[in-house]
């Protein structure tokens, strides 16, 4: 056999600009409205007639319906955006960036000996037999070769958009890779992905000079979504925050679908943040090799959760059955643990998407250091011991980690549920917290007037706790305007209880949000309940 050599991607050197970090333990800064050096913006705003109008009328294009998320050329964004400011519905500005993909190595060696395909083997794909079509596999990248003779008379095999034509030997084949190693058929030829009967599902992200742009990976991940509860599968990495991309995931999350990034290719290069990999509720999947310890390139992060093959993975030619490349990065990394969660749904309908990750991250094999690691996460992927975890309790009422997720008519029209109401005048929660997947739990409370609302928290780590007005925009500021909006706020030290008295003095009821996060000096994770009631 052929073996074909596959180039690695010129990283793209972007133009630094002025702006701030993502959700941390230590809270959020909104992104700057800097846009230089950007060809296209993305613009959010809040929903209304008018703002849609003149974003139209500018030569805006609606990328997000839901979230209110638009892109627009940077010269009509800049003339834009002090209108919007003045009519009081621009959210956030910031550049359309550049999203690359997560990288290649390569080499090569006959697929015709089963140590050829390892990976299948190490993940143990082997021991156990994939289900039919079900929950499906979403793949948000440079599209997909239909002509490919994997993929040309593949079953369930789904285009959300039109998908480009893209010669082999280009990066942009890229997607096709990713693809094939979720979701290559058993054919008899070429090779067999890890979940070979999956409904697999394509979106072709547009370029500009050949490179994705975050708006693209959104509008894929929106399209995606509304098509119904899937896995996404992003194997493409920005090196700046973004609020937009940021705002996508929590609506996949919301929709009950499930987010899978690659980790990173940049271990020897410090490993710098990338995103989406970074965000919370993003399953981060960094990369390992034959011998199960984290490859030379994988890239090193808090945020990683596990890991999976990602050297020397094979993938056919598209037309020669003589050719073949071996591939390596996070970016293959990624569909292995997507095409595993896909399958692990199927054959488990009845899990959400957060026991999902957790049953992924929990049953993982420690290859590493012992116990939790930023190299490795949980562990390494095993399918066997995932489709037998039992899952613990759902986190209830995710996404929840700030008001705009939770209030009506913000980021989503109906919000969350108030968790006490007139109607119901106590609840229990139970939930976790994660300082990178799930860095803070805010609640909506409706208190009767007159009546006093008691908010008791009990956690195995220390947490905090606060108690916010209707009008607060985020529990995260730290300015003194958030002071005057905070009405109570408990931070014993340890595991101590920690608890907030409310009495409201009106006659009629108002609403609060009521919001627990990780103490400083914490452990990262812990879990707590929260006994809330109104007299």
């Known amino acids: ?91 956030y500005a910031e550049p359309d960036r550049a ?43 440079s599209g997909l070769d239909l002509t490919h003779l994997e993929f040309r008379a593949r079953p369930n095999t789904v285009s959300l958009n039109p998908q480009p034509t893209r010669p082999w030997e280009s990066p942009l084949y890229h997607g096709t890779l990713v693809s094939s190693v979720a979701a290559a058929p058993t054919d008899g030829q070429g ?38 509860r899937t896995v996404l599968n992003v194997s493409l990495s920005g090196g700046r925050f973004s609020r937009s991309e940021y705002e996508a995931v929590i609506a996949a999350v919301r929709s009950g679908s499930l987010v899978v990034a690659a980790a990173g ?40 959760d596990l890991a999976a093959p990602g050297e020397r993975v094979p993938v056919q030619h598209p037309s020669d059955p003589a050719q073949f490349r071996l591939v390596s990065g996070t970016s293959f990394s990624a569909p292995i643990v997507a095409a595993a969660g896909a399958w692990i749904w199927t054959a488990r309908p009845d899990l959400t998407n957060d026991q999902l990750a957790d049953v992924l991250r929990l049953s993982a094999r420690d290859v590493w250091t012992t116990g939790y690691d930023s190299r490795t996460g949980f562990g390494l992927l095993d399918i ?40 119901r005048r106590s609840a229990r929660i139970v939930a976790r917290l994660d300082e990178i997947e799930d860095p803070a739990d805010v609640y909506r409370l409706q208190v009767p007037g007159r009546r ?22 985020t529990v995260y500021a730290r300015d003194a305007a958030a002071a005057r909006n905070r009405l109570a706020t408990s931070n014993r030290p340890g595991k101590r209880a920690e608890r907030l008295v409310y009495r409201n003095p009106t006659r009629g009821p108002v609403t609060v949000y009521f919001d627990v996060w990780l103490a400083k000096n914490a452990a990262r994770r812990a879990s707590y309940t929260a006994s809330i009631m109104t007299r």
């Open 384 to 423: 066997p011991a995932a489709l037998a975890r039992p899952p613990r309790a759902p986190d209830q009422l995710e996404p929840n980690d700030d008001i705009d997720q939770v209030a009506p008519g913000r980021l989503f029209r109906s919000g969350q549920p108030a968790v006490v109401t007139r109607a």
């Open 99 to 141: 999203q690359l993909p997560a990288g290649h190595l390569t080499a090569g060696d006959p697929l015709a000996a089963p140590e050829t395909a390892w990976h299948l083997y190490r993940v143990g794909a082997d021991r156990v037999e994939p289900p039919g079509p079900g929950v499906p596999i979403s793949v948000i990248d």
């Open 265 to 304: 290719n940049e271990f020897q290069q410090g490993s710098p943040v990338g995103f989406p990999a970074t965000l919370p509720h993003v399953l981060t999947v960094a990369a390992t090799g034959a011998t199960d310890a984290p490859t030379l390139f994988s890239s090193e992060s808090q945020a990683i």
């Open 1 to 91: 056999m052929r073996v074909a050599v596959l180039a690695a991607a010129a990283a793209l050197v972007l133009p630094a600009a002025a702006e701030a970090g993502p959700l941390s333990r230590h809270g959020f800064v909104p992104l700057s409205t800097a846009l230089t050096g950007h060809a296209y913006a993305l613009v959010a705003v809040s929903d209304g007639v008018g703002a849609r109008v003149l974003l139209h009328a500018a030569g805006g294009e609606r990328i997000a319906p839901d979230l209110g998320i638009w892109r627009l050329p940077t010269p009509a964004a800049r003339r834009l955006i002090p209108r919007l400011r003045r009519l009081g519905v621009l959210r």
């Open 191 to 228: 090779t067999v992905g890890i979940y070979p009967q999956a409904v697999l599902r394509s979106y072709a992200v547009d370029t500009a000079f050949d490179i994705p742009l975050t708006g693209d990976v959104i509008r894929g991940m929106y399209r995606a979504i509304t098509a119904g």
């Open 452 to 473: 006093t609302l008691t908010v008791t928290v009990a956690g195995n780590a220390n947490v905090g706790t606060n108690l916010w007005r209707s009008r607060t925009r």
